[in-house]
């Protein structure tokens, strides 16, 4: 049987059936960790300490009984899979257990294989519960992050909430700006590891001399002022995931320490003769060409096929204008959340001028100038008025590029359209007759807006 990260707890008075039951166990599971204990109080204290999956406990037992240790048992935890064993084979008492919570119960004296079978049976159906737990997050996380509308970018999160089931490495491209660690986050967010730590470290912010022990921790000795022992990022982030910002930046003699950590999952700090072993998922974040620089020497390749086992190319926000209004509304909210203010209103006018405009900076620009549109705002809309006094000038701010009017008048009112009918659709669960009724446009002609503008119902009928 594969390991498991969870413990089987057996529990039982008669120290000699303990000991039987608990070799058959552990020569049927070898891959589980079998724990025995003779005594209610004891039992409840491993489950304190540590995840048991599946209990086996007698019924009758002095003091504590069977049925109080499995009620207090379920409060540790709710999934856990509990089959009562009982001596005496009664309909009471098997219903009585049943109606406490017991998942199944066996009758003394245990037949072998009817214990394999049931525990085997018992082990599934909590690796099921688990598993519906981490799904139910997925979904739960997705809810809570932007709805994109770009193709673009509703690929990408269906390609990183591939990449989070996995523990792979993980090397994230794009240019400066366009939301790298954003999307390191929602990997570790919609993983298993998703309640450790996350801890994003950018490589070049910090000096040479200082990143490996950053890094790496150090003792205490290692150097001038290293006066206590540190246990670094790697240690920090044990059982979760570490994002390192610009890996290509990196010296070759931490280049070096780095691939070592892949391939055997140890670190030395700094000072240290002891390696010490940590449980951490990679995701590597540049806007570099590394194939670029291995070629001229700055890069090792091992490194690189190291960390390139899944990869993500994040493309500029230029190349995903569709998505623009999506995120000038989760900014506002954002800033209106960080300044203690009202929700805010964008004019149709103004966010069409947003979603034209080329944004070299990428999210991070866009993100500024959203800012600084909602602390200059003087009520609850944005508007043109708003741009032009934030640019400093009289006039409508003009895009880099010029627009033909045509094209311009289409962009302005596919986003209006868009967020009418998602207030709407958000309003009716995304029934078409009741929009049509609120709305006063035929059936058809919102189907033909949906289909134009790939709107994705799924949304607000809630089967995201």
């Known amino acids: 049987m594969a390991i498991k990260d969870y413990s089987i707890l057996v529990v039982d008075d008669d120290a000699d059936f303990l000991s039987g039951i608990i070799r058959q166990l552990q020569k049927k599971f070898s891959g589980l960790d079998i724990i025995g204990k003779t005594g209610p109080e004891s039992a409840l204290e491993i489950m304190a300490a540590k995840e048991i999956g599946v209990l086996l406990s007698d019924l009758r037992m002095p003091g504590m009984t069977g049925h109080d240790l499995l009620k207090q048992a379920l409060d540790i935890n709710p999934r856990l899979c509990a089959v009562m064993i009982t001596g005496y084979a009664t309909v009471e008492s098997a219903v ?69 089931v996995t523990d792979y490495t993980v090397l994230v491209t794009g240019e400066s700006g366009v939301g790298k660690e954003f999307i390191a986050r929602e990997i570790h967010r919609l993983s298993s590891r998703a309640n450790a730590a996350c801890h994003a470290l950018n490589c070049p912010a910090i000096p040479e001399q200082l990143l490996e022990s950053e890094l790496f921790g150090h003792v205490k000795g290692a150097f001038t002022g290293a006066e206590r022992n540190r246990e670094g990022f790697f240690l920090a982030a044990d059982k979760g995931t570490l994002i390192l910002d610009e890996i290509g930046d990196i010296s070759m003699p931490i280049q070096a320490k780095l691939l070592k950590f892949l391939q055997d999952k140890e670190i030395k700090p700094v000072g240290s003769s002891t390696p010490k072993t940590t449980d951490v ?38 190349e995903r204008h569709e998505d623009i209004p999506v995120l000038v509304r989760e900014f506002m909210n954002r800033t209106c959340k960080e300044m203690n203010l009202d929700p805010m209103e964008i004019d149709p006018s103004a966010m069409a001028w947003l979603a034209r405009q080329p944004w070299p900076g990428n999210v991070r620009e866009l993100l500024n100038y959203v800012r600084r549109l909602t602390v200059f705002s003087n009520g609850q809309t944005i508007d043109m008025g708003l ?13 880099t590029t010029p627009v033909l009017y045509k094209d311009a008048k289409k962009e302005a009112l596919d986003i209006f359209s868009r967020e009418y009918l998602t207030r709407l ?37 809630g089967r995201s």
Do not use: C
């Not at 590597?284 to 096929?305: K, M, P, S, V, W």
């Not at 934030?390 to 409508?396: C, I, L, P």
């Open 387 to 399: 741009i032009r006094m934030v640019d400093g000038s009289q006039e409508a701010p003009r895009p």
């Open 425 to 461: 659709f958000q309003e009716t669960g995304g029934n078409i007759s009741e929009t049509s009724r609120l709305s006063g446009l035929e059936r058809a002609s919102i189907q033909k807006i949906i289909k134009r503008l790939d709107m994705d119902m799924d949304v607000f009928r």
């Open 96 to 164: 009585q257990a049943l109606k406490t919570g017991a998942w199944d119960f066996i009758t003394k004296p245990v037949e072998r294989q009817t214990l394999y079978h049931t525990v085997e049976k018992a082990i599934a159906h909590y690796d099921l519960a688990r598993e519906n737990k981490r799904l139910k997050a997925i979904v739960s996380t997705m809810a809570t992050g932007p709805r994109w509308q770009s193709r673009t970018m509703k690929r990408l999160q269906e390609k990183i909430t591939a990449m989070a």
């Open 281 to 318: 998922r990679i995701i590597a974040l540049t806007n570099q060409d590394l194939e670029h620089r291995i070629q001229d020497g700055r890069f090792r390749q091992d490194l690189y096929y190291r960390l390139n086992v899944l990869s993500v190319v994040v493309p500029p926000l230029r």
